[in-house]
């Protein structure tokens, strides 16, 4: 499903009207919202938002289990880190206890090793299910989402959930949910806009079936929903 919206303010208030609703629906079925948050620049305004007394009032934050998308390999301290940019605009206001956040980034240990790690984390709280509430992604102008990025050959991983690989073109190693594991989860939001984006969402949504190429393609849940929040500017190529 694609929802268009004028702007990102627009796209930012429907896609946090989407997170309180499911976290308060998770958190009264079960005691808890499992969801995995993304980087980029996308969803700064969705961040700000919910940090907003506003918004943040209408969650319990001790029953939210934070995980992230995808990571470069970095510090938590860099500029770089999407879980920076996260604590920066939300997770730093909303009082919710460090012992609920799983960064995708551990000094002492290898990419590789940290994957593993990270796994284990996520089947703490899903058990054998790896079913989150709600996963947010973006998407890159070439198609790419979380670190799944064109070519790789992460875009083939059928087992693990978490895998970390050395990123040629960008000179550094990534950590990344696989496609196995977003698809499992009840609810998947996309937030992608601007003219940048316009080549590739409509390849995205009505190209031919190409994930190498586009590997956003590859997110297609099991039981779950998946929804596009874009503007008029990225759906001009349609």
Same mark, same amino acid.
Do not use: C
């Given at each position: 499903m694609v929802s268009i919206f004028n702007n990102k303010e627009e796209i930012a208030s429907h896609a946090a009207n989407?997170?309180?609703a499911a976290a308060q629906n998770a958190i009264q079925k079960r005691g808890q919202f499992l969801v995995v948050?993304?980087?980029g620049s996308s969803p700064e305004s969705l961040y700000k938002l919910l940090a907003t007394p506003q918004y943040k009032t209408? #969650?319990?934050?001790?029953?939210?289990?934070?995980?992230w998308g995808?990571?470069?390999? +970095?510090?938590?301290?860099?500029?770089?880190?999407?879980?920076?940019m996260s604590y920066d605009y939300l997770l730093s206001h909303v009082g919710i206890p460090k012992s609920n956040i799983f960064p995708m980034y551990k000094e002492g240990f290898l990419p590789e090793e940290?994957?593993?790690?990270?796994?284990k984390s996520i089947k703490s709280l899903t058990g054998e299910s790896g079913e989150f509430d709600l996963i947010l992604l973006g998407m890159g102008d070439d198609g790419h989402t979380a670190s799944l990025f064109p070519g790789e050959a992460v875009l083939q991983e059928n087992d693990k959930w978490v895998s970390a690989y050395y990123l040629e073109s960008q000179s550094m190693y990534? #950590?990344?949910?696989?496609a196995p594991i977003i698809n499992k989860a009840k609810e998947?939001? +996309?937030?992608t806009f601007g003219e940048n984006k316009a080549h590739a969402l409509n390849e995205v949504l009505y190209g031919d079936y190409n994930p190498e190429?586009?590997?956003m393609q590859l997110i297609k849940p099991i039981d779950g929903k998946l929804l596009f929040l874009t503007d008029q500017a990225a759906t001009s190529s349609q």
């Amino acid at each position: 499903m694609v929802s268009i919206f004028n702007n990102k303010e627009e796209i930012a208030s429907h896609a946090a009207n989407i997170f309180i609703a499911a976290a308060q629906n998770a958190i009264q079925k079960r005691g808890q919202f499992l969801v995995v948050l993304t980087g980029g620049s996308s969803p700064e305004s969705l961040y700000k938002l919910l940090a907003t007394p506003q918004y943040k009032t209408k #969650i319990n934050w001790d029953n939210v289990f934070v995980f992230w998308g995808d990571e470069r390999w +970095v510090a938590l301290e860099d500029s770089r880190s999407n879980a920076k940019m996260s604590y920066d605009y939300l997770l730093s206001h909303v009082g919710i206890p460090k012992s609920n956040i799983f960064p995708m980034y551990k000094e002492g240990f290898l990419p590789e090793e940290y994957a593993l790690e990270y796994e284990k984390s996520i089947k703490s709280l899903t058990g054998e299910s790896g079913e989150f509430d709600l996963i947010l992604l973006g998407m890159g102008d070439d198609g790419h989402t979380a670190s799944l990025f064109p070519g790789e050959a992460v875009l083939q991983e059928n087992d693990k959930w978490v895998s970390a690989y050395y990123l040629e073109s960008q000179s550094m190693y990534r #950590i990344t949910l696989t496609a196995p594991i977003i698809n499992k989860a009840k609810e998947i939001v +996309v937030v992608t806009f601007g003219e940048n984006k316009a080549h590739a969402l409509n390849e995205v949504l009505y190209g031919d079936y190409n994930p190498e190429k586009y590997p956003m393609q590859l997110i297609k849940p099991i039981d779950g929903k998946l929804l596009f929040l874009t503007d008029q500017a990225a759906t001009s190529s349609q």
